[in-house]
């Protein structure tokens, strides 16, 4: 599955864009303004016409098969859910809306399989992101004929923006498509974090360039370009390898590993 923007616009919130994602991938859209990401999220989600330019899912214009292959999730005011209610609520909300058991049993043992069983009594609003974005993914992706996620603005809660996106490409390597719609300030922190992972793994450490000037002192020179994330892409785009375990039956089993006992 490939969903493609192409010179969509929804004026005054949003100019002309154009990015694609798809499934096995996980991609980070910049978008900064209170407005500008919850109405992208929307569009790449199905969820609202653009003024301008195309939206194709697999080369197709058609709405709404992306609407029901893709989950739209915690974008403010639109799909979040409100700060004062609690973890286990909002699992049982999530879970009747995706037409499964919702009861305190059913609530307990999903809770219980994300390893956030401890934080059922706390407010939505009040756990850490890692928390609150994990529970909304992951329930979110219960809901039958899901095959993607649009998720939008998790920066806006705080903390390392490395652990969503960590999040995203595991999601991604069970062959959904990520779709995450963040800041500049997210997406430098994210393309810092990859490039001192490359440069500290040894095997993908290139062979040093010969000095051009051997009578040079070099020691006072900056380890990186000093603008080197102040053009960055407006997405960065990450394939991932897809875990074969993960496939549409063991999802089918997933959403159905609920007992009936309410």
């Known amino acids: 599955m490939r969903i493609t923007l192409t010179d969509v616009s929804k004026q005054p919130a949003i100019g002309a864009v154009s990015l694609t994602y798809g499934t096995g991938e996980a991609v980070l859209a910049r978008a900064e303004t209170e407005q500008r990401p919850t109405v992208l999220g929307l569009l790449a989600a199905g969820r609202m016409k653009p003024a301008t330019g195309t939206i194709t899912i697999d080369g197709v214009p058609d709405a709404a098969a992306i609407r029901r292959q893709i989950a739209l999730i915690d974008a403010p005011e639109v799909s979040d859910p409100a700060p004062n209610v609690t973890v286990a609520g909002v699992t049982a909300e999530e879970l009747m809306f995706a037409g499964l058991p919702s009861g305190p049993v059913a609530v307990s043992r999903r809770l219980d399989s994300l390893g956030l069983r401890a934080h059922a009594k706390d407010a939505i609003g009040q ?3 890692r928390v609150r974005l994990r529970l909304l993914v992951e329930l979110a992706l219960l809901r039958e004929g899901v095959h993607g996620i649009v998720l939008t603005s998790p920066d ?4 390392d923006p490395n652990t969503w996106w960590h999040l995203a490409l595991e999601v991604a390597s069970r062959g959904y498509a990520v779709l995450v719609i963040a800041g500049d300030a997210s997406a430098a922190a994210i393309a810092a974090s990859s490039l001192v992972a490359r440069l500290e793994t040894p095997w993908a450490t290139p062979d040093p360039e010969p ?7 070099d020691s006072d020179a900056p380890l990186l370009e000093p603008d080197v994330f102040t053009d960055l892409p407006d997405t960065i785009t990450r394939p991932v390898a897809i875990d074969p375990a993960a496939t549409d039956t063991d999802r089918d089993e ?3 590993d609920e007992s009936s006992d309410e």
Do not use: I, Y
């Open 254 to 256: 997933n959403r159905h």
């Open 156 to 159: 806006r809660h705080g903390g």
């Open 127 to 129: 756990v850490a992101p």
């Open 211 to 217: 000095d051009d000037d051997p009578g040079r002192d």
